[in-house]
């Protein structure tokens, strides 16, 4: 297995701009997590989802940040409009016992 | 709900020399607890976990961690660093939350290595 896979690696875009991070699971994993990674946050829980759907999501930030999961394989992080402040490395992140297989990261620069 | 404490943001260490990592956590019953290690622009990797058994858990990289529930512990350590062991360390716990399973990480601790 090719592990979690993040697209695209770097995205850079104009604030007020659509902004869509993909992401494929590990096969026969069946929870999903997205984080940001920031110098001033750290590692934030955005969302999580089991069996495709979600199940906490107070990490979100605001309503601009959305995250769904068509189907059991893969998931979207869509942020609109984006701001400045949304300038991060965004993680997801596979599992199936607990353990989580991070994907490589997106970073986004949103100017 | 569960948390992670890593009280060492930043850390510097000689090569050759030892190492302990803190991590202390808050959770009512027996956690699933990780490390996690993240080299500049990369992922987080897996470094070693406990699930129960043993108390004290190798990993890869010549990396051990030893769980004592007595303090809510999980300090990772390495006898002799090297200078590519220079990161990110994150500890982490996984524990149920309304019935599923939900992994929370503690705030990282960078680990510098000089010469």
């Known amino acids: 297995d090719a592990g979690v896979i993040q697209s695209p690696r770097h995205e850079v875009t104009e604030m007020g701009q659509e902004v869509t991070l993909r992401c494929k699971l590990i096969?026969?994993?069946?929870?999903l997590f997205w984080y940001r990674q920031t110098m001033m946050r750290g590692l934030e829980l955005l969302i999580y989802?089991?069996?495709?759907?979600?199940?906490?999501d107070s990490g979100m930030p605001e309503d601009r940040f959305s995250a769904k999961m068509p189907n059991a394989s893969f998931s979207t992080l869509k942020i609109q409009p984006s701001e400045p402040r949304d300038s991060a490395v965004y993680f997801c992140?596979?599992?199936?016992?607990?353990?989580?297989?991070f994907g490589q990261g997106t970073r986004l620069t949103v100017v | 709900a569960q948390s992670v404490t890593q009280p060492d943001i930043h850390i510097t260490v000689s090569e050759g020399a030892s190492l302990e990592l803190r991590c202390n956590y808050s959770?009512?019953?027996?956690?699933?607890l990780f490390w996690y290690v993240q080299s500049p622009g990369q992922g987080l990797q897996l470094l070693l976990k406990?699930?129960?058994?043993?108390?004290l858990v190798q990993g890869i990289k010549g990396f051990e961690a030893e769980f004592k529930r007595s303090q809510s512990s999980f300090n990772l350590r390495k006898p002799s660093v090297h200078w590519s062991d220079a990161a990110e360390y994150f500890c982490?716990?996984?524990?149920?939350?309304?019935?599923?399973?939900?992994?929370?990480f503690g705030t990282g601790t960078k680990l510098q290595v000089i010469p």
């Open positions: 992140a596979s599992s199936t016992t607990g353990e989580a297989f």
């Open positions: 096969s026969g994993h069946n929870s």
């Open positions: 406990y699930f129960s058994g043993d108390t």
């Open positions: 989802f089991n069996n495709n759907v979600p199940i906490d």
């Open positions: 959770y009512g019953a027996t956690p699933y």
């Open positions: 982490a716990v996984g524990a149920k939350s309304g019935g599923y399973q939900k992994v929370t």
